[in-house]
């Protein structure tokens, strides 16, 4: 379990691919101070385990699910990632629970200056948006931020110069890709209380036979 809260931006040092999945080699500090093989590390908000480590990099398996799932396909050698290790026990709550199984990818549409603060743009599908309110949380990228307003297919969040300074937003602009994952509450009470979204019986075949 995570909680959001970046602890520091790591690099990309290679990347080996398969056919459907690839070997990350993760460059990083903070994060290895206590690190063990087999750890669980968020990486762009994706749990991912320590295979093999040193004091100045990590290295981790992705298979093919996540890489459908996220935005993980697209990293290059040198791009900066997001980087948090799971919440210890006696640790701070100090973002919400973030599982580190992303639930889809979005994209920026837009970045906007709002004195201090900035505000991101993001463009989801209807699969993610039913599951996103106006001042509920959500994980982009792994950051644990708060959703400031929804509207058609997108929603935004405004992000303080701390945040934005200290993780992958900094180099993030309108066209780029970003892991969502929403909180994890809502899709359990549907889930109990079995109200999954219902499929319309509204078709082309449908509106053409009153004359549509």
């Not at 080699?25 to 320590?50: H, K, P, Q, Y």
């Not at 398996?61 to 290059?76: I, Y």
């Not at 994952?181 to 219902?198: F, H, R, S, W």
Request: hydrophobic share 40%; charged share 20%; aromatic share 6%.
């Amino acid at each position: 379990m995570f909680t959001g809260i970046i602890e520091e931006m790591g690099t990309v040092k290679s990347i080996r691919r398969g056919a459907a999945s690839s070997i990350l080699t993760l460059g990083a500090t903070t994060v290895l101070e206590d690190a063990r093989e087999g750890d669980s590390i968020a990486v762009n908000g994706v749990c991912l385990t320590i295979t093999d480590f040193s004091d100045s990099y990590f290295t981790v398996d992705v298979m093919h699910e996540t890489l459908k799932r996220s935005s993980l396909s697209s990293l290059h050698p040198g791009d900066a990632v997001n980087l948090e290790r799971a919440m210890p026990a006696t640790g701070r709550f100090g973002g919400h629970i973030v599982a580190g199984h992303i639930d889809g990818t979005g994209k920026i549409t837009a970045v906007k200056k709002d004195d201090n603060a900035i505000w991101y743009t993001i463009q989801a599908s209807n699969d993610l948006l039913r599951y996103i309110v106006e001042k509920g949380s959500i994980a982009v990228d792994g950051i644990s931020l708060t959703v400031a307003g929804i509207t058609g297919k997108q929603f935004s969040v405004s992000v303080i110069p701390h945040t934005v300074k200290n993780t992958t937003l900094s180099q993030k602009g309108a066209g780029d890709c970003v892991n969502l994952e929403n909180d994890c509450i809502g899709k359990y009470v549907e889930k109990l209380l079995g109200t999954a979204p219902q499929q319309s019986g509204i078709t082309k075949d449908f509106i053409m036979k009153f004359g549509y």
